[in-house]
């Protein structure tokens, strides 16, 4: 059974930096995708960042310049180094998994999700 644990989240000042964590455990035979997602209170979860199998990376408008996802594929853990936090990147950062995962001897679609952490920051 795989499964991501967060941690990394807190309260910050406008202006501040946090980095959050992502640890994968479990078997799997390949991975697509690792993403950050965030989730603000009343709003839907959007995605923030992801990390593709190809290497490239992906950010959402108002988080550019100031984001930047990485993974090290030794710890199976995925990072995102927030900067210049401002009160509108509040909310709850989940990570997101999707690859392929076996189940006996039978490959199975995986795509499964963090407990989330939470990030305020306070202006």
């Known amino acids: 059974q795989v499964q991501l644990v967060e941690s990394g989240g807190g309260l910050v000042q406008a202006g501040g930096s946090l980095r959050l964590s992502c640890a994968a455990s479990?078997?799997?035979?390949?991975?697509?995708?690792m993403d950050w997602y965030r989730q603000a209170p009343g709003k839907q979860r959007e995605l923030v960042a992801d990390?593709?199998?190809?290497?490239?990376?992906n950010y959402a408008d108002d988080v550019k310049g100031r984001f930047t996802i990485s993974r090290d594929n030794a710890k199976n853990t995925l990072y995102l180094q927030m900067n210049s936090l401002r009160p509108e990147d509040t909310a709850v950062y989940y990570c997101?998994?999707?690859?392929?995962?076996?189940?006996?001897?039978?490959?199975?679609?995986?795509?499964?999700w963090g407990q989330g952490t939470q990030v305020t920051v306070s202006s």
């Open positions: 479990g078997i799997w035979l390949s991975i697509n995708t």
């Open positions: 990390f593709t199998s190809a290497g490239s990376t």
């Open positions: 997101n998994l999707v690859g392929v995962t076996v189940i006996g001897t039978t490959p199975r679609p995986l795509n499964i």
